[in-house]
Nanobody
């Protein structure tokens, strides 16, 4: 499985960005793709996840501001980030499980088998 993130950049507080994660190589049509972020000096934090059925889950710090979506025809998952705050500044990674979960829950990063290279998001105050 190969994941490529894009869409990061510099934005002012209160602004929006949309990240994309283009995926390839899944063995079936079932997948789970999560977004994580890591700021300098901090642990990696789960942001959101979405599966091939469109079920989602979010971390508490982004609920109500971030929305995950997918376009299965394009094998791409998106993360719409609104009302961005300086504390959202981090490198954002997408990660995948090649398969299906019984329940849609954002899992710890160690549970994901495949990772992208990351994209930088910087929010200025």
């Amino acid at each position: 499985v190969h994941l490529v993130e894009s869409g990061g950049g510099l934005v002012q507080a209160g602004g929006s960005l949309r990240l994309s994660c283009a995926a390839s190589g899944f063995t079936t049509s079932d997948y789970v793709i999560a977004w994580f972020r890591q700021a300098p000096g901090k642990e990696r934090e789960g942001v959101s996840c979405i599966d091939s059925a469109g079920r989602t889950d979010y971390g508490d710090s982004v609920k109500g501001r971030f929305t995950a979506s997918s376009d299965n025809a394009k094998n791409t998952v998106y993360l719409q980030m609104n009302n961005l705050k300086p504390e959202d500044t981090a490198v954002y990674y997408c990660a995948a499980i090649d398969g299906v979960m019984l329940t849609m829950t954002l899992l710890p990063d160690g549970e994901y088998d495949y990772w992208g290279q990351g994209t930088q998001v910087t929010v200025s105050s």
